[in-house]
């Protein structure tokens, strides 16, 4: 079982820029699809970005796509999103999640593992 924990959040104004990270602990991340989930206050979760578990693909939300860059460090079996431009909509919790041999694809019900969240406040 794959535990995930989220870290580098915090309160960034706006057009700065966050690094969140993404450890895992109990799997290899070569053989997990992964991706970013976020989601605001009385808002759906929504899909962020994701890699495929050979690394082969990386998909964006059109939101995010220009600004955010999804990245994977099989050496520390962590998982990163750099996140530039921010905008006040991008305030949210940020959520990880782990699919064995998954695609990184933007479907919440396909992930088996999920971190507890790391919050993202934008100031304008």
């Known amino acids: 079982q794959v535990q995930l924990v989220e870290s580098g959040g915090g309160l960034v104004q706006a057009g700065g820029s966050l690094r969140l990270s993404c450890a895992a602990s109990?799997?290899?991340?070569?053989?997990?699809?992964m991706a970013w989930f976020r989601q605001a206050p009385g808002k759906e979760r929504e899909f962020v970005s994701g890699?495929?578990?050979?690394?082969?693909?990386?998909t964006y939300a059109d939101s995010v796509k220009g600004r955010f860059t999804l990245s994977r460090d099989a050496a520390k079996n962590t998982v990163y999103l750099l996140m530039n431009g921010l905008k006040p909509e991008d305030a949210a919790v940020y959520y990880c999640?782990?699919?064995?041999?998954?695609?990184?694809?933007?479907?919440?019900?396909?992930?088996?593992?999920w971190g507890q969240g790391t919050q993202v406040t934008v100031s304008s």
């Open positions: 999640a782990a699919m064995y041999y998954g695609l990184g694809l933007p479907y919440e019900r396909e992930y088996q593992f």
């Open positions: 890699i495929a578990w050979s690394g082969a693909r990386t």
């Open positions: 109990g799997g290899t991340l070569s053989t997990y699809g």
